[in-house]
């Protein structure tokens, strides 16, 4: 028997996600500078709990994440009933784009936007477009050009991976006001913790000034440590909130994963700890990478985007670092070719890694 079974054409057309890579042929020792991790790992105190929830795993999770919810709230004086937990933030990206959009609609996006977007887009069957940058940075009257009766939602992260650029809450203000009512406009906070820019906002104030028309989103997985848990939340109004509810995963957010959340969101010392290690280290590896000729992004999330003289020399530096067990994110899929993005590590491999581009270079 032949099968004629086939999946529809719009899921052909998705290129699937290229995580970081974790691992380098050949080599034993591996530093994983690719994924925009936590150098510093989880709190103590979310470690203890995902400890303590193992005494349970007989047991489903309460469904709706409702400790994670209330911590939440309780954290960022939030209405509990408007969050919407998921496994990571990448799944409510996909739960908003089959909620809202589906074949003959548009999602839009900015050109270095995170892939995951477009993704999400395809996979609904809705077109994925996307508008042009100016000095790798989301240009606001760009995606308001690209606007059209058929455009659903858009999606902005800010800070942007992975270039790190990010965007006055007056702009993205801007943005919302001059967008049709019928477009829901996706704040995508992964990085919002790392930043210190006093005309930053992520957004959430927005959520009820503009009651159903933004959503915020968030994450464990970056300044929390707790990539490997899956938890990321939705801040959106109550409306928008039950549609997410019937589409999400029942129990998608495990019971280590809601206990460890819950302690990882109490311990500000932790998270303080995290973003001071990042204040120190981003502006360390910016300089010195940019002491060695590579052109430097401004960002503010976890990582630096070090642009190479060309696609070529970037590939070269790339086998040269995983060469000796560092893996930064090539970005040919996100038209970089000439970048890497690095995440900011641990001093000792922030140093490592600037010497051997050192040494790159200097044969360059
Ligand atoms: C901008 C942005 N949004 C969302 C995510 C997804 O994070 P998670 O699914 O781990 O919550 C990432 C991860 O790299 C990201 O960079």
């Not at 994924?35 to 349970?56: F, W």
């Not at 709706?64 to 509990?80: K, M, Q, T």
Request: glycine letters at 8%; aromatic letters at 6%.
């Amino acid at each position: 028997m032949t099968s004629t079974v086939k999946p529809l054409s719009h899921v052909m057309d998705i290129e699937p996600y290229l995580p970081g890579d974790s691992a380098v042929e050949g080599v034993t020792r591996v530093i994983k500078m690719s994924s925009n991790e936590s150098p510093l790992g989880p709190s103590p105190a979310a470690k203890q709990a995902a400890e303590g929830a193992l005494a349970e795993l007989e047991r489903y999770p309460e469904s709706s994440a409702r400790i994670v919810r209330e911590a939440l709230a309780e954290r960022y004086g939030l209405d509990a009933l408007r969050i919407v937990c998921e496994a990571g933030s990448e799944q409510l990206i996909n739960l908003i784009a089959r909620c809202y959009a589906g074949p003959g609609d548009e999602i839009l996006f900015s050109a270095h936007g995170f892939v995951a977007y477009k993704i999400a887009a395809l996979s609904c069957g809705a077109k994925p477009v996307s508008a042009p940058e100016t000095n790798l940075t989301t240009d606001v009257d760009a995606l308001l050009a690209l606007v059209s009766e058929r455009t659903r939602i858009l999606f902005l992260a800010n800070p942007n991976n992975p270039t790190g650029t990010c965007l006055p809450v007056a702009e993205i203000t801007r943005l919302r006001e001059k967008l049709p009512e019928s477009v829901l406009l996706v704040l995508d906070g992964a990085y919002a913790e790392y930043v210190d820019k006093e005309d930053y906002s992520a957004g959430l104030e927005m959520v009820t000034e503009y009651p159903g028309n933004v959503v915020v989103l968030r994450t464990f997985s970056k300044i929390y440590g707790l990539a490997a848990l899956r938890v990321g939340w939705s801040y959106s109004s109550r409306a928008l909130a039950m549609a997410l509810h019937r589409l999400r995963g029942v129990f998608t957010v495990s019971t280590i994963a809601q206990k460890a959340a819950v302690a990882a969101v109490t311990d500000l010392e932790h998270e303080n700890l995290a973003r001071e290690h990042n204040a120190r280290w981003r502006p360390w590896l910016n300089q010195k990478l940019s002491e060695l000729g590579l052109t430097m992004t401004e960002s503010h999330g976890n990582f630096v985007l070090a642009g190479f003289a060309s696609q070529e020399i970037a590939t070269e530096a790339d086998f040269h670092l995983r060469s000796n067990g560092v893996i930064t994110r090539t970005l040919r899929e996100y038209g970089l070719g000439d970048c890497l993005r690095i995440t900011v590590g641990v001093e000792e491999h922030n140093r490592l890694l600037v010497g051997l581009l050192q040494e790159f270079m200097a044969g360059k």
